[in-house]
């Protein structure tokens, strides 16, 4: 296999791996920050945490597994992005950990303000965590101040502008709407229909800050001179995905909504992802500095190997976790005797 | 304040941490699938008990091992960018793999275990705590061999164009002696822990006459799983230093306080250095005793053979590598060692003990009520270990080829380390607290505490004591 094509294989799989991130721990992030909002009693809160509880660490390792691939494919884009996105990512490390041991951790202890504490820190760290992943994609979109050598010379602040905030309340409204939709769709009686009131009210949001978000990608990207005004199919029948959302949430459809929502967040993901390639850092100093898949891999020798290993392994870890979501496909009631605490 | 300072202390920090739960994970898992299966053949309740009883805080202890290693793997690149430009080629290879084997098993099969208990078949769920078991272990795999090419770079050539360590022989990388000896000897810790924790914890539960018949059980595997596990760390231990003799001369007589090369070379009993750590001060050695060549016999077994001095160690690599301070800090490795050793061996004499004692009635013992102090015991030989090992490396990040000081990230201010490092500590402090408050209330409530599932069982149950 020529080096060629290796990374341009090896960018799309870390592409894959994002993407099935978002796709999974979109809803896991907007179940969080809807526990302490949609669940009134303690077994509604156990029931909404229940509908991720069994694969929601599963989830998480999409992420695990991007960043170990960037760092085998390409350790350039690895060390620029997460020595330069520095406290974003220090501050995604608190949001996931505060979030992760809360889930196993809220329900060990009977008392109220223990469970209290522990479920506002499952929406925190979940609110924390889409926001900054936001704010960081919409960045990487954007192009962010590199030097020749492949350094960052910004700062936080530097990421916090209007396009990367925007970014960032993208990814929030989104993941809500995406958590609402999911629940909706897991969970049973009173619980569910009031999932499903919130799932339209959340779409307004969302939808309105997709358009805005849509619309400043032409003035905040290079889209324009990379694509064209006319975005593609891809973003096209994102846009169109996120619309028929609304279709479904009102005739009840739920299992639609939520195929819907994915069907957007995935297309966005891959409307990214074909912006950038093949930078994976674009450098708003000069684009000269800018790190591609061709300055920024692995050897030959490297992506081949890593190119069996995953080929190995990437179906032996979609069969299994495809079956554990099997195994928990039933809805969840808030019925005591059949919950698991 | 200096920011690779900085960033050592926080990698120190936050490594040290993540490994004091990750040895009880790597054991506990295997005593929780050996309780499950037991009862899985004999379908005898208190073997059910024990599995849930030391599943739940074999829980308590792996959600924090699991959300404190995401830092792990966002840190090369965020601390130390330089490194994983030079290593990246490697070094992420293992780490890629390490998610993609071993995290997704773990981590998926942990929620079906969860979760799963009557929901799929009995046999699943026996087979997903297994699969965890193996996941875990499997993770311990990947990350040594990724650390073992720090100590043992293997199988790379420098790449002459843009500078960098590039891999050229990915069977020489997966079969690095180094790391399959630490894995020998990181394994067996993990078990040795583990089977100090059930110790001390069914010690606790033995001398208040509860659930005796089910913590004797505990007892008695936790004391044979406990002298095989404690006796192969020690000669995993051993080989680790033979192969350390050979390849880290500098890391092995820095270790004994070996200034100069000697042969036969004598052991350490009791050094004392000066402030600089570079100048003995004053030393007690095993040929003082009457028993000579003790160190060349650690070293290469045999009592006569040649252990080289951190000076002539130190004017070599200055010759090699230029002008610099090869020595690591003495004073670490040096205690780091003896901590390390001595509660090595006073865990092999323990277990045996205990194993003896299993053959009387034990439970009325007076020292019985002092047994549940023993499970500090693993958690600073595991501390040591890693301290040692990596701090014995200074000032190399990858033996011989990069130093800590080339490989931090340039970007990072001092501010950017403090507000992460403050940050950690809070963190990874109430962490611990939350861990530490649960850990002992399960512990304490004991079997019947963890068998109940439901809202109002698990509130009455656990509520009870509070």
New interface residues.
Partial sequence: MSYEFLQTLWFILIAVLWIGFFFLEGFDFGVGMLLPFLGKK??ER?AII?TI??????N??W???A??????????W???????F??A??LL??G???R??S???R?????PKWRHTFDWMIAVGSFLAALLLGTAFANLARGVPIDAN????G?LFTLLNPFGLLGGLTMVTVFLLYGATFLTLKLEGDLRERARGLSKKLYVVAAVVVVLLAVFTYIATDITSKVGVNPGFVPLASVLAIVLVIFFINRKMEGWAFVMTAIHIVLTQVAFFTLMFPRVMISSTNPAFSLTIYNAS??Q??LT??SI??LI??PI?LA??GW?YY??RKRISTD??S??? | MDPIILSRWQFGLTTVYHFLFVPLTLGLSWFVAYFQTRFYQTRDETYRKSAKFWGKLFLINFAIGVVTGIVQEFQFGMNWSEYSRYVGDIFGAPLAIEALMAFFLESTFLGVWIFGEGKIPEKMHLASIWLVAIGSNLSALWILLANGWMQHPVGYVINEINGRAELVDFFALISNPKGWLFFWHTVAAGLATASFFVIGISAYHIVRKQNVDLFKRSFLTATIVGLIASTLVFFGGHTNGQFMFETQPMKFSAIEAHWETSAPAEFSILTIGDLTGKQEVWSLRTDAIGIPGVLSFLACNNFDCEVRGVYDIQAEYEATYGPGDYIPLMVVTYWTFRFMMTIGLLMMLLSFLFLLATRGKYENAKWMKWVPWVIVLPYIANASGWILTEMGRQPWIVQGLLKVEDAVSPNLTTVDLLISLIGYTVVYGALAAAMYYLMKKYAIAGPDAAMHESVDVATAAVGADD
């Fill in positions: 303690d077994e156990r229940n509880g069994p694969t929601w660490d599963g998480e390792v992420l695990l597994t960043g170990g691939a960037m760092f085998a494919a390409f350790p350039h690895y060390a620029t992005m997460f020595s330069g520095y406290l990512l220090f490390l608190v996931l950990i505060i992760g041991i889930f196993e951790y329900s060990k202890d009977s008392n492949m350094m960052y010379t700062n692995s050897s020798y490297t190997v890593m290993v995953a392994f990437v870890v299994y976790q554990s195994q928990f005591k005797k919950l698991v605490y």
